[in-house]
Protein backbone atom coordinates (compact mmCIF):
# COMPACT_ATOMS: atom_id res chain seq x y z
CA UNK A 1 0.00 0.00 0.00
CA UNK A 2 2.83 2.67 0.63
CA UNK A 3 2.79 5.24 3.17
CA UNK A 4 -0.56 5.59 4.68
CA UNK A 5 -0.64 9.20 4.84
CA UNK A 6 0.18 9.46 0.70
CA UNK A 7 -1.64 8.96 -2.04
CA UNK A 8 -1.20 5.50 -2.50
CA UNK A 9 -4.24 3.58 -0.92
CA UNK A 10 -6.36 6.02 -3.31
CA UNK A 11 -4.92 4.71 -6.23
CA UNK A 12 -4.84 1.13 -5.49
CA UNK A 13 -8.54 1.54 -5.25
CA UNK A 14 -9.39 3.83 -8.24
CA UNK A 15 -6.94 1.70 -10.42
CA UNK A 16 -8.30 -1.66 -9.33
CA UNK A 17 -11.93 -0.45 -9.25
CA UNK A 18 -11.36 1.17 -13.01
CA UNK A 19 -10.02 -2.57 -14.00
CA UNK A 20 -12.87 -4.48 -12.59
CA UNK A 21 -15.59 -1.93 -13.97
CA UNK A 22 -13.97 -1.81 -17.54
CA UNK A 23 -14.19 -5.57 -17.61
CA UNK A 24 -16.48 -6.77 -15.17
CA UNK A 25 -14.28 -8.43 -13.45
CA UNK A 26 -10.25 -9.40 -13.94
CA UNK A 27 -8.86 -7.51 -16.76
CA UNK A 28 -8.02 -10.15 -19.80
CA UNK A 29 -4.44 -9.71 -19.53
CA UNK A 30 -4.66 -10.46 -15.65
CA UNK A 31 -5.38 -14.31 -17.16
CA UNK A 32 -6.78 -16.08 -13.62
CA UNK A 33 -4.52 -13.56 -11.76
CA UNK A 34 -5.66 -13.20 -8.05
CA UNK A 35 -4.87 -9.56 -6.66
CA UNK A 36 -4.03 -9.42 -2.82
CA UNK A 37 -3.22 -5.81 -1.61
CA UNK A 38 -1.11 -5.48 1.75
CA UNK A 39 -1.79 -2.67 3.92
CA UNK A 40 -4.58 -0.80 6.56
CA UNK A 41 -8.42 -2.38 5.57
CA UNK A 42 -9.82 0.66 7.12
CA UNK A 43 -7.56 2.87 4.69
CA UNK A 44 -7.97 0.77 1.80
CA UNK A 45 -11.77 0.89 2.05
CA UNK A 46 -14.12 -0.61 -0.05
CA UNK A 47 -12.25 -3.21 -3.25
CA UNK A 48 -14.19 -4.61 -5.96
CA UNK A 49 -15.20 -8.33 -5.20
CA UNK A 50 -12.13 -10.36 -6.68
CA UNK A 51 -9.85 -8.47 -4.46
CA UNK A 52 -8.50 -9.53 -1.00
CA UNK A 53 -6.92 -7.02 1.66
CA UNK A 54 -4.26 -8.24 4.10
CA UNK A 55 -3.97 -6.20 6.88
CA UNK A 56 -1.20 -5.31 8.25
CA UNK A 57 -1.06 -3.33 11.91
CA UNK A 58 1.88 -0.48 12.45
CA UNK A 59 2.07 2.43 14.64
CA UNK A 60 3.57 5.18 12.31
CA UNK A 61 3.53 5.79 8.62
CA UNK A 62 7.21 4.88 7.93
CA UNK A 63 6.56 1.76 10.03
CA UNK A 64 3.69 0.49 8.27
CA UNK A 65 5.08 1.31 4.70
CA UNK A 66 8.10 -1.13 5.23
CA UNK A 67 5.66 -3.97 7.25
CA UNK A 68 3.61 -3.69 4.11
CA UNK A 69 6.63 -4.44 2.19
CA UNK A 70 8.03 -7.25 4.66
CA UNK A 71 4.81 -8.96 4.05
CA UNK A 72 4.89 -8.82 0.36
CA UNK A 73 8.40 -10.23 0.68
CA UNK A 74 7.13 -13.08 2.46
CA UNK A 75 4.68 -14.19 0.35
CA UNK A 76 6.44 -13.68 -3.00
CA UNK A 77 9.52 -16.26 -0.95
CA UNK A 78 6.62 -18.63 0.01
CA UNK A 79 5.40 -19.04 -3.30
CA UNK A 80 2.06 -17.81 -2.48
CA UNK A 81 2.54 -14.45 -5.59
CA UNK A 82 4.12 -14.15 -8.16
CA UNK A 83 4.37 -10.37 -8.78
CA UNK A 84 4.92 -7.17 -6.87
CA UNK A 85 3.10 -3.90 -7.38
CA UNK A 86 4.57 -1.47 -4.77
CA UNK A 87 2.55 2.06 -4.11
CA UNK A 88 4.96 4.80 -3.21
CA UNK A 89 6.18 5.28 0.02
CA UNK A 90 8.26 8.03 2.15
CA UNK A 91 11.84 7.22 2.49
CA UNK A 92 12.41 9.68 5.15
CA UNK A 93 9.57 8.25 7.19
CA UNK A 94 10.71 4.69 6.43
CA UNK A 95 14.71 5.87 7.67
CA UNK A 96 13.50 7.06 10.88
CA UNK A 97 11.99 3.27 11.48
CA UNK A 98 15.02 1.39 9.43
CA UNK A 99 18.02 3.14 9.51
CA UNK A 100 19.79 3.52 6.00
CA UNK A 101 16.85 2.59 4.26
CA UNK A 102 17.03 4.16 0.57
CA UNK A 103 14.67 2.70 -1.43
CA UNK A 104 12.26 -0.51 -2.31
CA UNK A 105 14.55 -1.42 -4.97
CA UNK A 106 17.44 -1.74 -3.14
CA UNK A 107 15.68 -3.68 -0.20
CA UNK A 108 14.24 -6.31 -2.56
CA UNK A 109 17.29 -6.66 -4.14
CA UNK A 110 19.00 -6.93 -0.73
CA UNK A 111 15.99 -9.22 0.30
CA UNK A 112 16.48 -11.74 -2.65
CA UNK A 113 20.22 -11.49 -2.50
CA UNK A 114 20.47 -10.14 -6.32
CA UNK A 115 23.63 -8.21 -6.44
CA UNK A 116 22.71 -6.98 -10.62
CA UNK A 117 19.91 -4.79 -10.51
CA UNK A 118 18.33 -1.58 -12.51
CA UNK A 119 15.52 1.02 -12.05
CA UNK A 120 14.06 0.51 -15.27
CA UNK A 121 11.12 3.17 -16.61
CA UNK A 122 8.26 2.35 -18.88
CA UNK A 123 6.24 3.62 -20.98
CA UNK A 124 4.55 2.95 -24.80
CA UNK A 125 7.81 2.57 -26.64
CA UNK A 126 10.09 3.61 -24.04
CA UNK A 127 12.49 1.66 -21.92
CA UNK A 128 15.37 3.57 -19.99
CA UNK A 129 17.61 2.43 -16.96
CA UNK A 130 19.56 4.62 -14.63
CA UNK A 131 23.05 3.64 -13.77
CA UNK A 132 23.26 5.39 -10.58
CA UNK A 133 19.90 5.42 -8.99
CA UNK A 134 19.00 7.50 -6.11
CA UNK A 135 22.45 9.02 -5.50
CA UNK A 136 23.26 12.77 -4.96
CA UNK A 137 24.33 14.76 -7.66
CA UNK A 138 27.73 15.24 -6.11
CA UNK A 139 28.58 11.96 -5.95
CA UNK A 140 27.44 10.58 -9.67
CA UNK A 141 30.87 10.98 -11.67
CA UNK A 142 32.99 8.87 -9.24
CA UNK A 143 30.13 6.25 -9.64
CA UNK A 144 30.33 6.09 -13.04
CA UNK A 145 32.84 3.23 -14.13
CA UNK A 146 33.15 0.98 -17.07
CA UNK A 147 31.59 -1.63 -14.93
CA UNK A 148 28.70 -0.25 -13.53
CA UNK A 149 27.61 1.04 -17.41
CA UNK A 150 28.57 -2.37 -19.01
CA UNK A 151 26.30 -3.88 -16.32
CA UNK A 152 23.46 -1.72 -16.88
CA UNK A 153 23.93 -2.33 -20.62
CA UNK A 154 23.65 -6.07 -20.31
CA UNK A 155 21.09 -6.40 -17.95
CA UNK A 156 19.11 -4.35 -20.20
CA UNK A 157 19.49 -5.80 -23.41
CA UNK A 158 19.56 -9.44 -21.14
CA UNK A 159 15.96 -8.04 -19.59
CA UNK A 160 14.51 -6.90 -23.27
CA UNK A 161 15.03 -10.30 -24.82
CA UNK A 162 13.95 -12.34 -21.88
CA UNK A 163 10.88 -10.16 -20.27
CA UNK A 164 9.66 -7.96 -23.95
CA UNK A 165 10.74 -10.26 -26.09
CA UNK A 166 13.00 -8.01 -28.28
CA UNK A 167 15.66 -10.17 -30.33
CA UNK A 168 18.05 -8.22 -31.20
CA UNK A 169 17.24 -4.69 -28.61
CA UNK A 170 18.40 -1.46 -29.82
CA UNK A 171 20.62 0.05 -26.87
CA UNK A 172 21.24 3.74 -26.48
CA UNK A 173 23.76 5.01 -24.03
CA UNK A 174 23.61 8.32 -22.94
CA UNK A 175 27.06 10.49 -22.04
CA UNK A 176 27.18 12.55 -18.44
CA UNK A 177 28.83 15.84 -19.63
CA UNK A 178 27.31 18.38 -21.93
CA UNK A 179 27.76 17.56 -25.22
CA UNK A 180 29.03 13.56 -23.85
CA UNK A 181 31.86 15.31 -23.01
CA UNK A 182 33.35 16.53 -26.27
CA UNK A 183 36.49 14.22 -26.55
CA UNK A 184 37.26 14.63 -22.57
CA UNK A 185 37.35 18.89 -23.58
CA UNK A 186 34.19 18.95 -21.34
CA UNK A 187 34.83 16.09 -18.58
CA UNK A 188 36.86 12.85 -19.09
CA UNK A 189 33.99 10.32 -17.75
CA UNK A 190 32.47 9.95 -21.14
CA UNK A 191 35.93 8.83 -22.84
CA UNK A 192 37.21 6.84 -20.03
CA UNK A 193 34.74 5.32 -18.46
CA UNK A 194 31.30 5.14 -20.53
CA UNK A 195 32.47 4.64 -24.59
CA UNK A 196 34.67 1.37 -23.11
CA UNK A 197 31.50 0.10 -21.55
CA UNK A 198 30.06 0.40 -25.13
CA UNK A 199 32.80 -1.15 -26.57
CA UNK A 200 33.01 -3.85 -24.06
CA UNK A 201 29.02 -4.28 -24.88
CA UNK A 202 29.62 -4.66 -28.74
CA UNK A 203 32.55 -7.22 -28.74
CA UNK A 204 29.97 -9.61 -26.69
CA UNK A 205 27.07 -8.70 -29.20
CA UNK A 206 24.82 -6.17 -27.79
CA UNK A 207 24.08 -3.69 -30.37
CA UNK A 208 24.99 -0.81 -28.01
CA UNK A 209 25.20 2.67 -29.61
CA UNK A 210 26.67 6.28 -27.96
CA UNK A 211 27.67 7.88 -26.09
CA UNK A 212 24.84 10.06 -26.98
CA UNK A 213 24.75 14.18 -26.05
CA UNK A 214 21.75 13.89 -23.35
CA UNK A 215 20.27 17.44 -24.53
CA UNK A 216 19.52 16.40 -28.19
CA UNK A 217 18.43 12.84 -27.59
CA UNK A 218 15.21 12.66 -26.68
CA UNK A 219 13.75 14.44 -29.80
CA UNK A 220 15.18 10.74 -31.99
CA UNK A 221 14.45 7.99 -28.29
CA UNK A 222 12.21 6.03 -30.37
CA UNK A 223 14.46 4.99 -32.60
CA UNK A 224 15.99 2.59 -29.75
CA UNK A 225 14.46 -0.27 -27.63
CA UNK A 226 16.23 0.85 -24.56
CA UNK A 227 17.80 4.00 -23.23
CA UNK A 228 20.70 3.89 -20.54
CA UNK A 229 20.74 7.23 -18.64
CA UNK A 230 23.67 8.31 -16.14
CA UNK A 231 21.80 9.53 -13.49
CA UNK A 232 18.14 9.76 -12.11
CA UNK A 233 17.22 13.65 -13.54
CA UNK A 234 19.06 13.14 -16.51
CA UNK A 235 16.36 10.24 -17.95
CA UNK A 236 13.55 11.14 -14.93
CA UNK A 237 13.06 14.72 -16.24
CA UNK A 238 12.04 13.58 -20.07
CA UNK A 239 10.46 10.73 -19.30
CA UNK A 240 8.05 12.41 -16.48
CA UNK A 241 7.70 15.65 -18.46
CA UNK A 242 6.47 12.92 -21.66
CA UNK A 243 4.88 10.54 -20.87
CA UNK A 244 3.72 10.79 -16.27
CA UNK A 245 0.25 9.53 -16.58
CA UNK A 246 1.48 6.32 -18.11
CA UNK A 247 5.46 5.68 -16.60
CA UNK A 248 6.09 2.59 -14.99
CA UNK A 249 9.13 1.39 -12.59
CA UNK A 250 10.12 -1.91 -13.28
CA UNK A 251 12.59 -3.26 -11.45
CA UNK A 252 15.17 -5.65 -13.57
CA UNK A 253 17.13 -7.91 -12.38
CA UNK A 254 14.45 -9.56 -9.61
CA UNK A 255 13.73 -13.28 -9.64
CA UNK A 256 9.85 -12.09 -10.10
CA UNK A 257 8.00 -9.09 -11.38
CA UNK A 258 8.05 -5.73 -9.36
CA UNK A 259 6.44 -3.01 -11.17
CA UNK A 260 5.17 0.69 -9.72
CA UNK A 261 3.62 3.60 -10.23
CA UNK A 262 6.41 6.47 -11.43
CA UNK A 263 5.39 8.78 -8.97
CA UNK A 264 5.63 9.86 -5.02
CA UNK A 265 3.66 9.85 -2.04
CA UNK A 266 1.86 13.18 -3.05
CA UNK A 267 1.14 14.10 0.68
CA UNK A 268 -0.01 17.71 -0.60
CA UNK A 269 -3.39 16.31 -2.14
CA UNK A 270 -3.75 13.05 -0.31
CA UNK A 271 -7.32 11.89 1.05
CA UNK A 272 -8.77 14.84 -1.39
CA UNK A 273 -9.63 12.62 -4.16
CA UNK A 274 -7.44 14.17 -6.68
CA UNK A 275 -4.89 11.63 -7.16
CA UNK A 276 -4.94 10.23 -10.72
CA UNK A 277 -4.62 6.64 -10.80
CA UNK A 278 -3.04 6.11 -14.39
CA UNK A 279 0.56 4.99 -13.57
CA UNK A 280 -0.63 2.45 -11.10
CA UNK A 281 -3.32 1.22 -13.17
CA UNK A 282 -0.31 0.96 -15.80
CA UNK A 283 1.93 -0.58 -13.27
CA UNK A 284 -0.59 -3.29 -12.60
CA UNK A 285 -1.48 -4.01 -16.05
CA UNK A 286 2.47 -4.50 -16.99
CA UNK A 287 2.87 -7.17 -13.78
CA UNK A 288 -0.29 -8.76 -15.25
CA UNK A 289 0.87 -8.94 -18.67
CA UNK A 290 5.07 -9.42 -17.94
CA UNK A 291 3.84 -12.21 -15.27
Do not use: W
Not at 114 to 141: E, N, Q, S, W, Y
Not at 152 to 164: G, V
Not at 173 to 183: T, Y
Amino acid sequence: MGDPQGIGPEVIRKALNAEVTAFGGIPPEAGQSRFIVIGDKKILGRLPAPVSIVDVPYKSAGEGSLKFLDKAILLLKGGVADALVTAPLSKEAVSRYHKNFVGHTEYLADAFKVRDFDMMFIAPGVRLTIVTRHVPLKDVPKLITQRRVFNSIALMAETLKNKFKIKNPQIAVLGLNPHAGENGLLGSEDVKHILPAIQKAKAQGINAKGPFPADTFFAFHNNYDGIIAMYHDQGLTPLKGMYMKELVNFTAGLPFIRTSPAHGTAFDIAGKNKANPSSMRAAIKLACELT
